[in-house]
């Protein structure tokens, strides 16, 4: 069955400090892949998204992912990570097979001052 | 350009009760996706609706049903409830299959 896995689901950096949240997928083709953000009581935010081409995709607020055929993974990072970033972070696959986006279980970001 | 937007945002329903909830998609979009995101979980798919019909189906019960309007909007209902609906129900529209979804703040369901 298609899944996407969070391995993490809490992860603790220090203010400055760089970050990587895991994301792994399990599908027969090639997927659209997405990372969402979600503040408390709001909505998800989408930061960045992959179709094709470019591997290394930029998005908002300064992440980036990189996709990994070969891992079946798609990684989320930041080079330098602000207290606002404090956060729930999903990674999200498109089927195209089953025509809908699914959502792993989420990565709750803290930031330490 | 208004978002997606859903009503209310908070309801207080007891067991065994029917609830609906509404959901307008952002300017442009024509498809609409609800989602079910119980605490510390993330979104899980209920159904998704384009053309004013039910495209795509999750792993819920018939008690979850759905409507969309000709002006795209959508309504999700729930009958016979019970305490394990309690959840964030979340909408999310776009304009084509596949494209990112766009989400609204979500409607606190609390079961009691």
């Known amino acids: 069955a298609q899944s996407v896995t969070q391995p993490d689901i809490h992860i603790t950096v220090s203010e400055g400090a760089s970050l990587e949240l895991r994301c792994n997928y399990s599908?027969?083709?090639?997927?659209?892949l997405f990372w969402y953000v979600q503040s408390p009581g709001q909505g998800l935010q989408l930061l960045l998204k992959?179709?094709?081409?470019?591997?290394l995709v930029q998005g908002i607020k300064g992440f980036e992912a990189e996709f990994k055929r070969s891992q079946s993974s798609f990684n989320l990072r930041k080079p330098s990570v602000h207290w606002s970033d404090a956060a729930e972070y999903f990674c999200a696959v498109f089927m195209n097979r089953d025509d809908k986006i699914i959502f792993g279980k989420g990565t709750r970001l803290h930031i330490l001052p | 350009d208004a978002g997606v937007t859903q009503s209310p945002t908070h309801l207080i329903k007891t067991r065994g009760q029917q609830v609906t909830l509404r959901c307008s998609p952002k300017s442009g979009h024509d498809t609409v996706s609800w989602y079910q995101q119980a605490l510390g979980q993330g979104p899980q798919f209920i159904f998704q609706y384009y053309e004013e019909e039910e495209r795509q189906r999750g792993n819920f019960p018939d008690r979850f049903s759905g409507h969309q309007f000709p002006n795209y909007s959508s309504e999700l209902n729930v009958n016979a409830l019970l305490l394990g609906d309690s959840a964030l129900y979340l909408c999310?529209?776009?304009?084509?299959?596949?494209?990112?979804?766009?989400f609204g703040n979500g409607t606190r369901l609390t079961v009691t």
């Open positions: 992959y179709f094709s081409g470019d591997t």
């Open positions: 599908y027969g083709a090639t997927p659209y």
């Open positions: 999310a529209s776009s304009p084509l299959l596949g494209s990112p979804l766009h």
